[in-house]
């Protein structure tokens, strides 16, 4: 089981920016797709940024692409850490964030189902 301890959330104005960290522990995530998620009050949770533990491969929603990046600090000694880089925030990007790990094959890496191992959640609340 990976163990993941989300930070870095809180209010900003529209235009600013923000960045979470998702600190993973436990079983190793080789070989996981790790993934974050947003769910704002009476929506879906939506997947914003995924990346292949361990190499560049990543992906982005639509609607944070070219704002968000998404990036893994996995230094021999550090501690694995997944951040979301986010820049020119709106409004409408405030939900509860969560970081999501999970081996994935064969499903959509977009679908939070797909992801076993999930952290608590951290608020960013973009005002306009």
């Known amino acids: 089981q990976v163990q993941l301890v989300e930070s870095g959330g809180g209010s900003v104005q529209a235009g600013g920016s923000l960045r979470l960290s998702c600190a993973a522990s436990g079983t190793s995530t080789s070989r996981h797709w790790l993934a974050w998620f947003r769910q704002a009050p009476e929506k879906e949770r939506e997947g914003v940024a995924i990346i292949f533990s361990g190499s560049d491969t990543r992906y982005y929603a639509d609607s944070v692409n070219g704002r968000f990046t998404i990036s893994q600090d996995n230094a021999k000694n550090a501690k694995n850490t997944v951040y979301l880089q986010m820049y020119s925030l709106k409004p409408e990007d405030s939900a509860v964030y969560s970081c999501?790990?999970?081996?994935?094959?064969?499903?959509?890496?977009?679908?939070?189902?797909?992801?076993?191992?999930w952290g608590q959640g951290t608020q960013v609340t973009v005002s306009s």
């Open positions: 999501a790990a999970g081996r994935i094959d064969g499903g959509s890496i977009w679908d939070p189902r797909q992801y076993n191992n």
